[in-house]
């Protein structure tokens, strides 16, 4: 079992790498040379073998070390973990989709037992056998969100519906860019993208939320975002900013592309059947400048997006000052060739 994830750290000696197959599958988040914010949401189908849209909730070689390191942050920060009284019925809604699907698509990793409301839960790579009563919350550890989402890879947000809003009302965040559950639990759609330039004049979110309350059960749809870290860290929070923050300025032209990370979101929207809610799982993924070079059309790409980016997004996205290092390093893989269509490699 051990050959299957990676035995890595995201804090203190930054461990964590992507293996060749990894990269191959890494969703590179931009299909053309330039990038402007957009809804860009598409259906949640499976996709390609192999790929990271084949399931419906992508486990890799980071699954052990990334709940690993979650377990780590609640230890510390046990509010990354919120749920409003009203949302439980919603966790139940959570914690059977995530259960269901990845007892179907990784029958080698994950089993689910059940005979009516008595379920049997196995996570072998985690070492969990739990039997619970659906519905009971006295049977499990924790509540029904806190208990899956210990066990999967990425942030959760559960978002009620009601008043014609979306409401964040419960969640796991704990490897979010730099925003705060704790600062936005409670608040509607707008409130809490309040903060992201440039949309909002362009109606970005107004047709977003439109689109979004009209998310019908069985047809998820998902969207990327992105963003730059330096070193490998999940948790890039404002509550742990005085510890991240200012590696922000240590990078060196001989160091970026080793420290320098793209990183990704893969953002899934999901009605949920019992409870009418919205589940916003947000799945992380990282690559460092070094290796997502090796894909000579990526090199390129992102060179270009880079470059041509508006000042008030690279700001947003908090790598304005290191802008021109990251395009020194990038040119020297951009040789103007054209690029291909789509986000996958040649």
């Known amino acids: 079992m051990g050959l299957d994830f ?12 992507n293996s060749p197959k990894a990269i191959r599958r890494f969703p590179f988040p931009f299909h053309e040379d330039g990038y402007m914010y957009s809804v860009n949401l598409e259906p949640h189908v499976p996709g390609p073998k192999g790929s990271v849209f084949e399931h419906t909730f992508d486990v890799d070689e980071h699954y052990v070390a990334e709940m690993r390191d979650r377990a780590l942050v ?12 009203h949302m439980t019925l919603a966790g139940w809604d959570l914690l059977e989709l995530i259960m269901t699907s990845k007892a179907r698509d990784y029958p080698h990793w994950f089993e689910l037992h059940k005979q009516g409301d ?14 619970f009563t659906f ?45 705060s559950l704790d600062f936005d639990v409670g608040m509607s759609f707008h409130e809490w993208h309040a903060p992201v330039p440039l949309a909002h004049e362009k109606g970005i979110f107004d047709r977003a939320l439109k689109f979004l309350l ?3 059960l069985g047809a998820p749809v998902r969207r990327f975002n992105w963003t ?8 890039t929070s404002p509550e742990t900013y005085p510890q991240w923050g200012p590696t922000r300025a240590s990078l060196t032209p001989e160091t970026i592309g080793k420290r320098m990370h793209l990183r990704v979101e893969l953002q899934t929207l999901i009605r949920l059947p019992r409870s009418n809610a919205i589940a916003f799982p947000i799945r992380c993924y990282l690559i460092k400048f070094d290796e997502l070079v090796t894909v000579p059309k990526w090199g ?11 000042e008030e997004l690279a700001v947003y996205k908090g790598f304005a000052r290191n802008r021109p290092m990251m395009l020194d390093y990038l040119a020297q893989y951009d040789d103007g060739t054209p690029t291909s269509p789509g986000i996958w490699p040649d």
Not at 118 to 131: M, R, T
Not at 228 to 235: K, N, R, S, Y
Not at 300 to 310: A, G, S, T
């Open 214 to 216: 009209n998310l019908q």
């Open 135 to 179: 519905g009971d919350e006295t049977t499990l550890p924790y509540g029904p969100m806190e208990y899956i989402t210990r066990q999967t890879q990425g942030d959760f947000s559960l978002q009620d519906h009601r008043d014609d809003n979306l409401w964040m009302d419960a969640g796991m965040i704990t490897t979010q860019a730099d925003w």
């Open 74 to 85: 609640l230890a510390e920060d046990p509010l990354r973990c919120q749920s409003l009284p």
């Open 300 to 310: 390129r790409r992102l060179h270009r997006v880079i470059r041509d980016l508006p």
């Open 228 to 235: 730059m870290t330096v070193d490998p860290l999940l948790d």
């Open 118 to 131: 008595k379920w049997h839960w196995i996570n072998k790579p985690l070492e969990i056998e739990q039997k």
């Open 6 to 17: 990676n035995q890595e750290t995201f804090r203190n000696d930054f461990t964590f790498r």
